[in-house]
């Protein structure tokens, strides 16, 4: 059973420039959530993704943006990005969308805004 | 508005010995609750998680305490290992916002050999 996956692992961009990062769900999850953990900070919800549609999004400004595959897998698009997105950005997939469920989380992308 | 907060950025203990996490929370919409715990360069695993029909539940060496009148939660390691040694964090779910997850701050937690 392969676990959630994520791509790349660091990242560095210029201000205003856009990112997307990759998340690959972990066998049998239908459901991925996005978490941004800023430094010395607990991971805070950006958004969440279920059956292709957007079910539930934290306090983000419109340009995060994600899409969820057929395959289950998703990505992550930041536009215009300003030096306060640099962070630990982690998916989490689980299989339903009840928090008692459970997640399971990749590793990561290390995003750094220069 | 931080409504999942772990007032302890770091704590040291001696192996062998009991590590207790501590966690306070705002919001009464709560109803389950979970430890994840983080290794660098890694993703938070799940630890225990607790529902608020219950005050207690045991896992091994680990052990979550839920006092719903005080909006308090704690997480107790017996006996402590060098490899507890990691970034503990306290997560809060409410069954109104389906699986999304509010996290504390997080505390590191080091076990002296």
């Known amino acids: 059973e392969t676990g959630v996956t994520q791509s790349p692992t660091h990242l560095i961009k210029t201000r205003g420039q856009q990112v997307t990062l990759r998340c690959s769900s972990q066998?049998?999850?239908?459901?991925v959530s996005w978490y941004q953990q800023a430094l010395g900070q607990g991971p805070q919800f950006i958004f969440q993704y279920y059956r292709e549609e957007e079910n539930g999004r934290g306090n983000f400004p419109p340009r995060f943006s994600g899409l969820q595959f057929p395959n289950y897998s998703s990505e992550l698009n930041v536009n215009a990005l300003e030096l306060d997105d640099s962070a630990l950005y982690l998916c989490?997939?689980?299989f339903g969308t009840g928090g008692y469920y459970g997640y399971t989380f990749g590793s990561g992308t290390r995003l750094t805004v220069v | 508005d931080q409504q999942v907060k772990q007032n302890s950025p770091s704590l040291s203990v001696q192996e062998g010995r009991i590590s207790i996490l501590n966690c306070d929370y705002t919001?009464?919409?709560?109803?389950?609750f979970l430890w994840y715990k983080k290794y660098p360069a890694e993703g938070p695993t799940f630890l225990i998680s607790i529902s608020s029909i219950k005050d207690k539940n045991e896992d091994g060496r680990f052990t979550v305490f839920l006092n719903k009148s005080a909006k308090h939660l704690s997480l107790h390691i017996v006996p402590s290992q060098p490899g507890d040694s990691a970034v503990y964090f306290c997560?809060?779910?409410?069954?109104?916002?389906?699986?999304?997850?509010?996290f504390g701050e997080g505390t590191q937690l080091t076990v002296n050999p």
């Open positions: 997560a809060a779910s409410a069954r109104t916002s389906g699986s999304r997850l509010t």
């Open positions: 989490a997939s689980s």
């Open positions: 919001n009464s919409m709560f109803d389950y």
């Open positions: 066998s049998g999850h239908n459901t």
